[in-house]
C-alpha cells in the first residue's frame, strides 16, 4: 500500500497559530474576525452568542423562536441522522419536536416530515449493516472452498462479466453506496478519543461508532485481494497474462469515470508481492497503459499527480451536464489520512486559550466536499450477477496467495523455496 508522507509540518501549530493571531482584526463580544470570518474565541464567547436572549429575540414568544428551533433540528437531522440512534438524543428530539409542534399546524407538518425522514434513514441505515453483515458471513477463504469443493470455483471475473468498462461501473455502484452509509460524524469519531476542546475530560462514554467508514475500509482491501487472487488462480501463464491486461483496462475505465478509490485498490492488488513476483507471466503483458496509472497514482510528493486529477474531477463535477461527469470517489485512506494530519497538525486553542476555529473550519471544509461527493447517484445500471460476484465471491488470503504465486511460478531462492514448502504443509498437508 503507498503510504501518505506525513505532512504535518504544513500545519505546525506554533507557526500556523500565530499567523491566525496577529490577523485577527475585529473583536466583538470576545469574538474574533477577519474579513467577516470567525477566526478564534472563548468557548464561553461562543456559547453566549449562539445562545437565543433578549437581544437576538426582542419578542421571546415561542412561536418567533420555533422557526429558528426547527431550522436547527431539520438541519442537524439531515446532516447528522446517526446522532440519532442514541435512545436519548431522539427521546429529546421528540420532545422538543412536541413543543414546536404544540405552537401552529404549519409546525406540526414540519416536524412531522422531519421526524418520519428520519426514521427512514435510520431504517434504511440498518438494513444495510445487515446486509453488510450477511455479506461478511458469507465471505470465505476461496483456497478451503477450493480444498472442500473444487467444483465449485470453475469461474472467474472474466466469465461473470467479460467487459472491463461494465466492470468499472459494477465497482463504481459499490463505492457509492457504501460512500453513501458514512455519516460526517464518523471522521470525528475516528479520531477524537476525548473532549477536542478539554485534553482531561472524556467525551464519549461508548465506543465511538464507525462501522460504515471502517466497512468502506474493508472493501478497499477486499477489492485489492480479490483483483490478487484472479490474477493467481489461472495455472497458464497466458491466462494469467490476460487477466492482467483485464484489470489494467478496469483500473483505467475507473480513473476516466473518477472512481480512484477502485483505481488505487486495482492497482494496490496488481502491486502484491504474490502478484509482482511473477515475471513470467508480466513479460507477457503490454504494460504502457499499466506505467501511465502508476504514475498518475504515483505516492510521491504527497501524491501530487492523483491531487492534480482529483482536482480535475472535482472541477467537472461542479459544471457537469450529466450524472456521469458529477461522480468524484477519492482515494479514501488519503483522505482520511490528510483529515488525521489536520486534526492532529493544529492546536484545537490558541495561545490565549481562545478556540483555534480557523482549524475547525478547515475540516468542515474537506469533509463537507466529500459529503457532496458521496450523494451522487450512480447512474449506470446495475448487474446484480456481478455486483453478487464482486462482494461475495471467495478470495485468497496473503498466504494462499503466495502459495498459488509460488506453484505458478517456482520459488526463485531459498527464502522462498523454505517458505513454500511450509505453506504447502500447513495449507495443503502436502510436504
Not at 257 to 282: C, D, E, H, Q, Y
Not at 295 to 318: C, K
Amino acid at each position: 500500500m503507498p503510504q501518505t508522507p506525513p505532512f504535518s509540518a504544513m500545519f505546525d501549530s506554533s507557526g500556523y497559530n500565530r499567523n491566525l493571531y496577529q490577523s485577527a482584526e475585529d473583536s466583538c463580544g470576545g469574538l474574533y474576525y477577519h474579513d467577516n470570518n470567525l477566526l478564534s474565541g472563548s468557548l464561553e464567547a461562543l456559547i453566549q452568542h449562539l445562545v437565543p436572549n433578549v437581544d437576538y429575540y426582542p419578542d421571546s414568544q415561542i412561536r418567533k423562536i420555533a422557526p429558528k428551533i426547527l431550522q436547527l433540528l431539520t438541519e442537524w437531522t439531515e446532516t447528522f441522522p446517526y446522532d440519532f440512534r442514541d435512545e436519548r438524543m431522539m427521546r429529546n428530539l421528540k420532545d422538543l419536536a412536541h413543543r414546536i409542534a404544540s405552537g401552529e399546524e404549519t409546525y406540526r407538518k414540519n416536524v412531522q416530515q422531519m421526524i418520519q425522514c428520519l426514521i427512514r434513514k435510520l431504517a434504511a441505515l440498518s438494513q444495510y449493516e445487515e446486509v453488510l453483515a450477511k455479506i461478511s458471513s458469507t465471505s470465505a477463504d476461496r483456497l478451503t472452498v477450493l480444498k472442500t469443493k473444487p467444483q465449485s470455483i470453475q469461474r472467474d471475473i472474466i466469465t461473470v462479466c467479460s467487459d472491463p468498462y461494465t466492470l468499472a461501473q459494477q465497482l463504481t455502484h459499490i463505492e457509492l453506496e457504501r460512500l453513501n452509509y458514512i455519516g460526517p460524524e464518523e471522521f470525528v469519531q475516528a479520531f477524537v478519543q476525548k473532549d477536542p476542546l478539554d485534553n482531561d475530560k472524556s467525551c464519549y462514554s461508548e465506543r465511538k461508532k464507525t462501522r460504515n467508514l471502517e466497512a468502506y475500509v474493508e472493501w478497499f482491501n477486499r477489492l485489492s485481494y480479490l483483483v490478487a487472487t484472479e490474477i493467481c488462480m489461472p495455472v497458464k501463464k497466458k491466462h494469467r497474462a490476460r487477466m492482467i491486461e483485464y484489470f489494467i483496462d478496469v483500473a483505467r475505465e475507473c480513473f476516466n469515470i473518477g472512481n480512484f478509490n477502485s483505481l488505487m485498490a486495482i492497482i494496490s492488488g496488481m502491486n502484491m508481492s504474490p502478484v509482482s513476483r511473477l515475471k513470467k507471466t508480466w513479460a507477457k503483458v503490454k504494460t504502457a497503459k499499466f506505467d501511465v496509472l502508476e504514475h498518475q497514482m504515483d505516492p510521491s510528493s504527497n501524491f501530487y499527480n492523483y491531487r492534480t486529477a482529483l482536482r480535475g474531477a472535482a472541477q467537472r463535477s461542479l459544471t457537469a451536464h450529466s450524472s456521469r461527469e458529477k461522480i468524484v470517489i477519492p482515494f479514501f485512506s488519503l483522505l482520511i489520512k490528510d483529515i488525521y494530519f489536520l486534526n492532529e497538525g493544529c492546536a484545537n486553542r490558541l495561545p490565549n486559550g481562545h478556540v483555534n476555529f480557523e482549524k475547525f473550519w478547515e475540516l468542515a471544509k474537506q469533509v463537507s466536499e466529500f459529503m457532496t461527493w458521496k450523494q451522487v447517484e450512480c447512474p449506470f445500471d446495475r448487474d446484480r450477477r456481478i455486483l453478487q460476484y464482486l462482494l461475495t465471491v471467495p478470495v485468497f488470503s496473503e498466504d494462499a496467495l503466495y502459495l498459488a504465486s509460488y506453484e505458478s511460478e517456482g520459488p526463485e531462492n531459498h527464502i522462498e523455496k523454505d517458505r513454500w514448502k511450509s505453506l504447502r504443509s500447513s495449507l495443503l498437508g502436502r510436504v
